[in-house]
């Protein structure tokens, strides 16, 4: 490794991030035999990792260009604490993606992006289903299902391309209205006329408590962790030197960038400009108990979810896209947990623990799998919007094939670093 200025700690391969992608890339390239410090500036699954809506989500292959975005933006940007928000301020800095997003609507570039992101999906429910029963973490499991709902006739078919898109992938599901509906939610508002049943959607337990699990068993494969904020890095013929907040810095055989919403920056370092914007999403926990919720509630209109987990009921979803550094606006949470007394008649809203999280998306909704432009030792693996915990133990096959010099389990080129 040449680096500039006094030598850093030797940590093997280092992965920047603790979130649920770092964890299952570190568990996956520690079971190769490989030395893996983990970095990350607060804890092990302690950011966004830790809040999201706990779905296993592996059918939800429509990029979200073609998920009824770009129609209801309108309507949407008119309510500021409607599905999505982008504050005036921002709106010039964040013109450059929303173009991008746009064109990611085109049927040239949607169509081979479903195609990657259904086969991407295939490779996570294979990967985490392994990774769960090595673990010992399959007992975290919930195969409950998923039921969206519709409030008109109108909406419901708005929906049904998407769900035709699905079945050519072979992704089952049913519509249900009248009694079927409320058999599989009792207590639902009448207002929703209409419902599709996923029946091979998936939630886990608790996601946070997910993600300490799996850290346990990275542990027990000799995965170490340091807490330190990355600042810098630079690459070498060797590998790469990561420096940190307190000006130490570590030299890695091989570097993977797993940092979420922050990982762009890092990035950038290496001469990649990667076009990632920060979806600020809200959540509403309340105590177990609320509501006798069967399985995630999907209000596709309203754009959130209503999760049962074993630590409460979680009720979020939305998107802001505000970036980085603006403060929380928890009016989002509110707002969504208004409507839900009104879906769910009789839920009870003492005690819920508001939160927010930093979801990093790309324009074409693919994440960022591969290696550096300038690097062979570098790798990222970061992007992947709503769908990090789904996509996680999928990545980390990935990582792990370009790490050791494996033939991919997939075509990568669709997530690739310089598609943009």
Known sequence: MEARGSAGTSAGIVVVGAGIVGICTAIRLAGQGASVTVVDRTGICEETSSGNAAAFAFSDVLPLAQKGMIRNLPKWLADPLGPL???P??????????FRFWRAGRTAVYEPALAAQAGLMKLAEAEWMALMDASGTRNMLREDGSLELYENEAEFAAGLTGWAARKRFGIEFRH?????????QPGLSPQF???????GWKT??????????????????????????????EAGPGGARLTLRDSTSMDASKLVIAAGAWSHRLARQLGDRIPLETERGYNTT????????RRQLIFSGHGFVVTPLETGLRIGGAVELAGLDAPPNYARSKAM????????PGLRTEGGREWMGYRPSLPDSLPVIGRASRSGHVFYAFGHGHLGLTQAAATARLIADLASGKPAAIDLSPFSPLRF
């Open 204 to 233: 886990v337990s608790d996601p946070k408590l997910l993600g300490k699990a799996l850290w346990a068993h990275a542990e027990s494969l000799g995965v170490r962790f340091r807490q330190g904020e990355a600042t810098g890095v």
């Open 286 to 293: 309340l105590p177990p108990g609320a509501f006798n919720v």
């Open 89 to 98: 301020s921002y709106m010039p800095r964040l013109a450059p993606w929303l």
């Open 85 to 87: 928000s982008i504050p």
């Open 337 to 344: 947990l208004e409507k839900t007394t009104r879906f769910l």
């Open 176 to 184: 249900v209205e009248g009694a079927d509906l409320s058999a599989l």
């Open 193 to 199: 006329v209409k419902g599709t049943f996923v029946p």
